[in-house]
Every structure is written in structure tokens, then in C-alpha cells.
Nanobody
Framework: QPQPVESGGGVVQPGGSLRLSCAIS????????IGWFRKAPGKDREGVSC????????DYIDVVKGRFSISRDSAQNTVALQMNSLKPEDTGVYYC?????????????????????WGQGTQVTVSS
């Protein structure tokens, strides 16, 4: 099983940017769909974005479209989530997760039950 490790969280003012990184150890990114999830205080965990094992397809929840961008670096075995125009409602703990795919199973879904491996999370706080 791969082990995702998140980094890059912090405190930022509304309108600011942060870049989260998810490092995958134990296997190559080519074998996994990767998703970013977040958990805000008092709210259920929600999927934010995902990227397929090939990197050719991505998906986002509506509230972050146009502001967040997910990408992967095969050489570094990392997946990044670039977050721009941050809002207070983006505050939460962000988690990186992975589930195994083959080259013939090129998809990603933002449903937590599908993911097999999870990181410990990184805190993002958007506040003035």
C-alpha cells in the first residue's frame, strides 16, 4: 500500500494562495488515482479534487472550480493542489488519498469509500 504524506498547509488571508503537496511512497503514481479531501469543523468530509493514474483527467467540486488546480509530477512521485483566491469556507484539514488502478481503469472519483490509503492531513486556515 502506498503511503501519502501531505505538506504545504498554513494560515492565509482571504484571496491568498497555498500549494499543497502529496508525496507518495512505496509505489509509483502510475498505479493510483489520487484525491484531495477536506474536513471542516462541524461539516462532513468532502472530496475536493482528483486526478487519474495517467494524469490525463481531473475533477473538481463546483465550489473550487476555477480556483484550485490539481497536477502530478511523475518524476517526484507527488501530486499538488494549487489553491488560489482562497475563501474562509476553504478552511479545514486537507487529506490526500489513493486507490489502485490499472492502465485500463483510467478514472478517479471523489468518494471517500473508494480510497484505500490516506495521509494524516494538513491544516489550511483562511482568515483575516
Amino acid at each position: 500500500q502506498p503511503q501519502p504524506v501531505e505538506s504545504g498547509g498554513g494560515v492565509v488571508q482571504p484571496g491568498g494562495s497555498l500549494r499543497l503537496s502529496c508525496a507518495i511512497s512505496g509505489d509509483t503514481l502510475d498505479h493510483y488515482a489520487i484525491g484531495w479531501f477536506r474536513k471542516a469543523p462541524g461539516k462532513d468530509r468532502e472530496g475536493v479534487s482528483c486526478i487519474t493514474n495517467t494524469g490525463r483527467n481531473t475533477d473538481y467540486i463546483d465550489v473550487v472550480k476555477g480556483r484550485f488546480s490539481i497536477s502530478r509530477d511523475s518524476a517526484q512521485n507527488t501530486v499538488a493542489l494549487q489553491m488560489n483566491s482562497l475563501k474562509p469556507e476553504d478552511t479545514g484539514v486537507y487529506y490526500c488519498a489513493a486507490y489502485r488502478r490499472t492502465l485500463r481503469q483510467e478514472d478517479c472519483i471523489m468518494m471517500a469509500w473508494r480510497y484505500e490509503s490516506w495521509g494524516q492531513g494538513t491544516q489550511v486556515t483562511v482568515s483575516s
